[in-house]
Protein backbone atom coordinates (compact mmCIF):
# COMPACT_ATOMS: atom_id res chain seq x y z
CA UNK A 1 0.00 0.00 0.00
CA UNK A 2 1.41 3.39 -0.99
CA UNK A 3 2.36 5.55 2.37
CA UNK A 4 2.54 8.98 2.23
CA UNK A 5 4.15 11.57 5.03
CA UNK A 6 6.48 14.81 4.55
CA UNK A 7 9.20 15.33 6.78
CA UNK A 8 7.34 19.08 7.04
CA UNK A 9 4.85 17.43 9.40
CA UNK A 10 7.60 17.18 11.84
CA UNK A 11 8.03 20.74 12.00
CA UNK A 12 4.92 21.12 14.85
CA UNK A 13 6.11 20.47 18.55
CA UNK A 14 4.20 22.04 20.88
CA UNK A 15 5.91 21.72 24.62
CA UNK A 16 2.93 21.03 27.10
CA UNK A 17 -1.21 20.44 27.05
CA UNK A 18 -3.34 21.02 30.06
CA UNK A 19 -4.54 17.90 31.88
CA UNK A 20 -6.64 17.85 34.83
CA UNK A 21 -6.13 21.37 35.90
CA UNK A 22 -2.03 20.91 35.62
CA UNK A 23 0.67 21.59 32.76
CA UNK A 24 1.60 17.75 31.25
CA UNK A 25 3.96 16.64 28.22
CA UNK A 26 2.32 17.41 24.83
CA UNK A 27 1.46 13.48 23.81
CA UNK A 28 0.89 14.22 19.92
CA UNK A 29 4.80 14.28 19.67
CA UNK A 30 6.27 14.09 16.02
CA UNK A 31 8.19 10.58 17.63
CA UNK A 32 4.56 9.27 17.03
CA UNK A 33 5.16 10.24 13.34
CA UNK A 34 8.72 8.91 13.61
CA UNK A 35 7.45 5.53 15.08
CA UNK A 36 5.11 4.41 13.19
CA UNK A 37 7.68 5.27 9.87
CA UNK A 38 9.94 2.81 11.32
CA UNK A 39 7.44 0.12 11.97
CA UNK A 40 5.95 0.54 8.13
CA UNK A 41 8.64 1.30 5.86
CA UNK A 42 9.72 4.21 3.60
CA UNK A 43 6.72 6.63 2.35
CA UNK A 44 6.83 9.41 -0.16
CA UNK A 45 6.54 12.88 0.29
CA UNK A 46 4.06 14.53 -0.32
CA UNK A 47 2.56 16.66 -3.35
CA UNK A 48 1.72 20.44 -2.92
CA UNK A 49 -2.72 20.80 -4.03
CA UNK A 50 -2.52 24.24 -3.04
CA UNK A 51 -5.44 26.19 -0.83
CA UNK A 52 -8.06 25.10 -2.50
CA UNK A 53 -9.15 21.70 -0.99
CA UNK A 54 -8.49 22.95 2.50
CA UNK A 55 -10.99 25.98 1.84
CA UNK A 56 -13.34 23.85 0.53
CA UNK A 57 -13.74 22.44 4.53
CA UNK A 58 -12.55 25.34 6.18
CA UNK A 59 -13.21 28.95 6.92
CA UNK A 60 -10.53 31.27 5.14
CA UNK A 61 -10.68 33.78 8.47
CA UNK A 62 -10.13 29.95 10.65
CA UNK A 63 -7.28 29.33 8.23
CA UNK A 64 -5.62 33.08 7.95
CA UNK A 65 -5.30 33.01 11.82
CA UNK A 66 -3.94 29.47 11.90
CA UNK A 67 -1.73 30.99 9.40
CA UNK A 68 -0.11 34.18 12.02
CA UNK A 69 -1.79 32.63 15.43
CA UNK A 70 1.93 31.91 16.90
CA UNK A 71 3.38 35.10 15.36
CA UNK A 72 1.15 37.02 16.92
CA UNK A 73 1.34 35.56 20.57
CA UNK A 74 5.16 36.20 19.81
CA UNK A 75 4.36 40.16 18.69
CA UNK A 76 2.41 40.21 22.45
CA UNK A 77 4.95 39.46 24.29
CA UNK A 78 4.49 35.73 25.19
CA UNK A 79 7.12 33.34 25.53
CA UNK A 80 6.38 29.62 24.06
CA UNK A 81 3.32 27.87 22.65
CA UNK A 82 0.20 30.09 21.58
CA UNK A 83 -2.75 28.93 23.86
CA UNK A 84 -6.36 30.09 24.94
CA UNK A 85 -8.01 30.84 28.43
CA UNK A 86 -10.97 32.36 27.15
CA UNK A 87 -13.65 30.59 25.10
CA UNK A 88 -16.93 32.06 23.40
CA UNK A 89 -19.81 29.93 24.90
CA UNK A 90 -22.47 28.37 22.32
CA UNK A 91 -24.74 32.01 21.35
CA UNK A 92 -22.36 34.35 22.31
CA UNK A 93 -22.66 37.06 19.31
CA UNK A 94 -20.05 37.00 17.18
CA UNK A 95 -17.38 39.97 17.87
CA UNK A 96 -14.81 40.60 15.19
CA UNK A 97 -11.70 40.89 17.70
CA UNK A 98 -7.68 41.37 17.23
CA UNK A 99 -6.13 40.22 20.34
CA UNK A 100 -4.76 37.18 19.80
CA UNK A 101 -5.89 35.48 23.40
CA UNK A 102 -9.62 36.44 21.82
CA UNK A 103 -8.59 34.64 18.84
CA UNK A 104 -7.35 31.84 20.29
CA UNK A 105 -10.52 31.63 22.24
CA UNK A 106 -12.67 32.35 18.95
CA UNK A 107 -10.59 29.40 16.96
CA UNK A 108 -10.35 27.03 19.16
CA UNK A 109 -12.02 24.98 22.31
CA UNK A 110 -10.02 23.41 24.62
CA UNK A 111 -6.59 23.26 26.30
CA UNK A 112 -4.99 20.45 24.79
CA UNK A 113 -4.24 22.17 21.55
CA UNK A 114 -1.33 24.54 21.49
CA UNK A 115 0.00 26.45 18.65
CA UNK A 116 3.81 26.53 18.06
CA UNK A 117 5.52 28.08 15.33
CA UNK A 118 5.90 25.10 12.99
CA UNK A 119 2.26 24.42 13.04
CA UNK A 120 0.93 25.57 10.34
CA UNK A 121 3.40 24.07 8.24
CA UNK A 122 3.15 20.66 9.41
CA UNK A 123 -0.60 20.88 9.18
CA UNK A 124 -0.60 22.12 5.66
CA UNK A 125 1.28 19.14 4.97
CA UNK A 126 -0.44 16.63 6.79
CA UNK A 127 -3.71 17.78 4.56
CA UNK A 128 -1.32 17.68 1.74
CA UNK A 129 -0.57 13.92 2.36
CA UNK A 130 -4.03 12.79 2.90
CA UNK A 131 -4.31 14.51 -0.43
CA UNK A 132 -1.47 12.77 -2.13
CA UNK A 133 -2.89 9.23 -0.79
CA UNK A 134 -6.33 10.38 -2.16
CA UNK A 135 -4.80 10.97 -5.98
CA UNK A 136 -3.46 7.93 -6.03
CA UNK A 137 -6.68 5.74 -4.98
CA UNK A 138 -8.45 7.99 -7.57
CA UNK A 139 -5.89 6.76 -10.66
CA UNK A 140 -6.76 3.14 -9.41
CA UNK A 141 -4.82 1.76 -6.50
CA UNK A 142 -7.19 0.15 -3.95
CA UNK A 143 -5.81 1.66 -1.38
CA UNK A 144 -3.39 4.52 0.46
CA UNK A 145 -2.12 5.88 3.71
CA UNK A 146 -1.57 9.22 4.93
CA UNK A 147 0.67 9.19 7.89
CA UNK A 148 -1.15 12.49 9.14
CA UNK A 149 0.16 14.20 11.91
CA UNK A 150 -0.83 16.74 13.61
CA UNK A 151 -4.13 15.24 13.34
CA UNK A 152 -7.22 16.18 11.88
CA UNK A 153 -10.67 14.79 13.14
CA UNK A 154 -11.83 16.84 16.34
CA UNK A 155 -11.03 20.30 13.92
CA UNK A 156 -14.24 21.93 12.65
CA UNK A 157 -15.01 24.40 9.65
CA UNK A 158 -13.14 27.49 11.81
CA UNK A 159 -11.74 25.80 14.65
CA UNK A 160 -8.81 23.63 16.40
CA UNK A 161 -8.85 21.55 19.07
CA UNK A 162 -7.88 17.68 20.25
CA UNK A 163 -4.35 18.00 18.95
CA UNK A 164 -5.99 18.85 15.29
CA UNK A 165 -6.15 21.94 12.99
CA UNK A 166 -7.20 20.59 9.09
CA UNK A 167 -9.25 18.16 8.85
CA UNK A 168 -7.58 15.96 6.75
CA UNK A 169 -10.31 12.96 6.44
CA UNK A 170 -13.09 16.04 5.12
CA UNK A 171 -10.60 17.76 2.96
CA UNK A 172 -10.13 14.19 1.43
CA UNK A 173 -13.84 13.34 1.41
CA UNK A 174 -14.72 16.93 0.01
CA UNK A 175 -12.48 16.44 -2.52
CA UNK A 176 -13.27 12.74 -3.88
CA UNK A 177 -16.93 13.84 -4.36
CA UNK A 178 -15.80 16.96 -6.09
CA UNK A 179 -14.16 14.60 -8.28
CA UNK A 180 -17.41 12.35 -8.99
CA UNK A 181 -15.86 9.03 -7.01
CA UNK A 182 -18.80 9.03 -4.46
CA UNK A 183 -20.64 8.12 -2.91
CA UNK A 184 -18.29 8.64 -0.38
CA UNK A 185 -18.60 7.79 3.62
CA UNK A 186 -16.06 8.65 5.90
CA UNK A 187 -15.56 5.68 9.00
CA UNK A 188 -13.72 7.17 11.87
CA UNK A 189 -12.35 4.59 13.95
CA UNK A 190 -10.38 6.32 16.22
CA UNK A 191 -10.81 6.19 20.33
CA UNK A 192 -12.34 9.54 20.51
CA UNK A 193 -15.33 11.31 18.66
CA UNK A 194 -14.47 12.92 15.11
CA UNK A 195 -16.79 16.38 16.28
CA UNK A 196 -15.05 18.26 13.41
CA UNK A 197 -15.62 15.73 10.81
CA UNK A 198 -19.21 15.43 12.13
CA UNK A 199 -19.74 18.74 12.59
CA UNK A 200 -18.58 19.86 8.88
CA UNK A 201 -20.79 17.50 7.29
CA UNK A 202 -23.69 17.78 9.65
CA UNK A 203 -26.08 19.07 7.21
CA UNK A 204 -24.77 17.13 4.45
CA UNK A 205 -26.67 14.44 2.75
CA UNK A 206 -23.72 13.90 0.07
CA UNK A 207 -21.51 12.30 2.53
CA UNK A 208 -22.30 9.88 5.12
CA UNK A 209 -19.70 10.33 8.68
CA UNK A 210 -20.04 7.12 10.86
CA UNK A 211 -18.07 6.80 14.07
CA UNK A 212 -17.48 4.09 16.36
CA UNK A 213 -15.62 5.71 19.64
CA UNK A 214 -15.64 5.78 23.64
CA UNK A 215 -19.26 7.30 25.20
CA UNK A 216 -18.80 10.97 25.47
CA UNK A 217 -20.36 10.92 28.50
CA UNK A 218 -16.71 9.55 30.02
CA UNK A 219 -14.61 11.09 27.19
CA UNK A 220 -13.07 14.05 25.25
CA UNK A 221 -14.93 15.68 23.44
CA UNK A 222 -17.83 15.09 25.67
CA UNK A 223 -20.37 17.39 23.83
CA UNK A 224 -20.30 15.37 20.55
CA UNK A 225 -20.71 12.15 19.89
CA UNK A 226 -23.65 10.88 21.57
CA UNK A 227 -25.96 7.96 20.25
CA UNK A 228 -29.29 10.80 19.18
CA UNK A 229 -26.94 12.67 17.04
CA UNK A 230 -27.64 12.16 13.73
CA UNK A 231 -27.34 14.99 11.33
CA UNK A 232 -29.12 17.81 10.83
CA UNK A 233 -31.93 19.00 8.19
CA UNK A 234 -30.87 17.56 5.13
CA UNK A 235 -28.11 15.76 6.46
CA UNK A 236 -30.45 14.05 8.93
CA UNK A 237 -29.23 10.16 8.56
CA UNK A 238 -26.45 10.83 7.19
CA UNK A 239 -24.63 10.49 10.26
CA UNK A 240 -24.19 7.27 12.51
CA UNK A 241 -22.47 7.60 16.19
CA UNK A 242 -21.92 4.25 17.54
CA UNK A 243 -20.28 4.85 21.04
CA UNK A 244 -19.12 2.66 23.43
CA UNK A 245 -18.61 1.87 26.87
CA UNK A 246 -14.72 2.06 28.51
CA UNK A 247 -13.26 -1.47 28.44
CA UNK A 248 -14.58 -2.45 25.11
CA UNK A 249 -12.39 -5.06 23.77
CA UNK A 250 -12.99 -6.83 19.95
CA UNK A 251 -16.07 -9.06 21.43
CA UNK A 252 -18.31 -5.97 21.90
CA UNK A 253 -16.60 -3.62 19.18
CA UNK A 254 -16.89 -6.12 16.51
CA UNK A 255 -21.08 -5.73 16.56
CA UNK A 256 -20.43 -1.79 16.23
CA UNK A 257 -17.98 -2.25 13.24
CA UNK A 258 -20.60 -4.51 11.67
CA UNK A 259 -23.35 -1.97 12.11
CA UNK A 260 -20.90 1.10 10.79
CA UNK A 261 -20.19 -1.25 7.75
CA UNK A 262 -23.85 -2.13 6.92
CA UNK A 263 -24.66 1.58 7.24
CA UNK A 264 -21.85 2.39 4.51
CA UNK A 265 -23.49 -0.54 2.38
CA UNK A 266 -26.86 0.93 2.65
CA UNK A 267 -25.64 4.38 1.43
CA UNK A 268 -24.04 3.40 -1.78
CA UNK A 269 -20.75 3.98 -0.91
CA UNK A 270 -18.49 4.12 -3.53
CA UNK A 271 -15.82 5.77 -1.83
CA UNK A 272 -14.30 5.16 1.59
CA UNK A 273 -12.05 7.36 3.59
CA UNK A 274 -11.38 5.74 7.05
CA UNK A 275 -10.12 8.23 10.27
CA UNK A 276 -7.70 5.78 12.02
CA UNK A 277 -6.64 5.87 15.55
CA UNK A 278 -4.76 3.09 17.33
CA UNK A 279 -5.68 4.60 20.48
CA UNK A 280 -8.11 2.08 20.77
CA UNK A 281 -5.31 -0.08 22.08
CA UNK A 282 -5.49 -1.60 25.53
CA UNK A 283 -2.16 0.04 26.32
CA UNK A 284 -2.57 3.52 25.29
CA UNK A 285 -1.85 5.84 28.02
CA UNK A 286 -4.76 8.31 27.39
CA UNK A 287 -7.43 6.31 26.48
CA UNK A 288 -9.75 3.34 27.85
CA UNK A 289 -10.57 0.46 25.37
CA UNK A 290 -8.85 -2.94 24.89
CA UNK A 291 -7.95 -3.46 21.54
CA UNK A 292 -4.80 -5.84 21.48
CA UNK A 293 -2.23 -6.09 18.30
CA UNK A 294 -3.73 -8.72 16.52
CA UNK A 295 -7.49 -6.54 16.83
CA UNK A 296 -5.85 -4.29 15.01
CA UNK A 297 -5.23 -7.19 12.02
CA UNK A 298 -8.55 -8.54 12.46
CA UNK A 299 -10.26 -4.54 12.00
CA UNK A 300 -8.17 -3.85 9.28
CA UNK A 301 -9.30 -7.29 7.52
CA UNK A 302 -13.42 -6.36 8.16
CA UNK A 303 -12.69 -2.78 6.39
CA UNK A 304 -11.13 -4.57 3.66
CA UNK A 305 -14.34 -7.17 3.23
CA UNK A 306 -15.93 -3.93 1.97
CA UNK A 307 -14.28 -4.00 -1.10
CA UNK A 308 -14.40 -0.24 -1.40
CA UNK A 309 -11.51 2.35 -2.67
CA UNK A 310 -10.02 3.54 0.72
CA UNK A 311 -8.15 6.56 1.47
CA UNK A 312 -6.65 6.12 5.28
CA UNK A 313 -5.34 8.89 7.20
CA UNK A 314 -4.08 8.57 10.89
CA UNK A 315 -5.60 10.10 13.53
CA UNK A 316 -4.51 9.30 17.28
CA UNK A 317 -2.48 6.64 19.30
CA UNK A 318 -0.34 7.26 22.14
CA UNK A 319 1.65 4.59 23.04
CA UNK A 320 4.70 5.45 21.65
CA UNK A 321 6.75 1.67 22.02
CA UNK A 322 3.66 -0.24 20.30
CA UNK A 323 2.34 2.52 18.41
CA UNK A 324 4.15 1.39 14.79
CA UNK A 325 3.67 -2.35 15.31
CA UNK A 326 -0.10 -1.77 16.14
CA UNK A 327 -0.02 0.64 12.93
CA UNK A 328 1.66 -2.18 10.91
CA UNK A 329 -0.76 -5.08 11.81
CA UNK A 330 -3.97 -2.49 10.99
CA UNK A 331 -2.14 -1.58 7.34
CA UNK A 332 -1.91 -5.43 6.81
CA UNK A 333 -4.88 -6.20 7.75
CA UNK A 334 -6.66 -3.70 5.51
CA UNK A 335 -3.90 -5.12 2.32
CA UNK A 336 -5.31 -8.40 2.43
C1 LIG B 1 -6.59 12.88 17.61
C2 LIG B 1 -6.80 12.51 19.04
O1 LIG B 1 -6.72 11.35 19.41
N1 LIG B 1 -7.02 13.51 19.88
C3 LIG B 1 -7.24 13.22 21.25
C4 LIG B 1 -7.43 14.43 22.05
C5 LIG B 1 -7.72 14.04 23.46
N2 LIG B 1 -7.46 15.11 24.32
C6 LIG B 1 -8.07 15.00 25.59
C7 LIG B 1 -7.37 14.07 26.50
C8 LIG B 1 -6.07 14.67 26.94
C9 LIG B 1 -5.43 13.76 27.90
N3 LIG B 1 -4.10 14.20 28.20
C10 LIG B 1 -3.45 13.23 29.01
C11 LIG B 1 -2.06 13.60 29.37
C12 LIG B 1 -1.52 12.60 30.33
N4 LIG B 1 -0.17 12.88 30.67
ZN1 LIG C 1 -8.13 9.89 19.55
Redesign the pocket.
Known amino acids: MKIVFDSRQLAHAPAR????GDW??F??TPARAEAILAAIGPAEPARDFGMDPLLAVHDAAYLDFLKIAHADWRAAGRMGDAIGYAWPIVGRRPVNLTRIDARLGRYGY?A??PIAAGTWDAAYWSAQSALTALDAVAEGASGAFALCR?????AGRDYC????FLNSAAIVAAEAHRRGLGPVAILDV???HGNGTQDIFRCDSSILFVSIHADPVT???FYWGHADEDGEGAGRDATLNLPLPRGTSWAAYRPALNRALAAIADFGTRFLVLSF?A?TYAGD???HFALERDDFAALGRHIAAAGLPTVTVM????AAAELGDNVAAFLAGLSS
Request: glycine letters at 18%; hydrophobic letters at 10%.
Open positions: EMHNTAQEDVTPPGHHGGYCDYHDYPGDPISEGGY
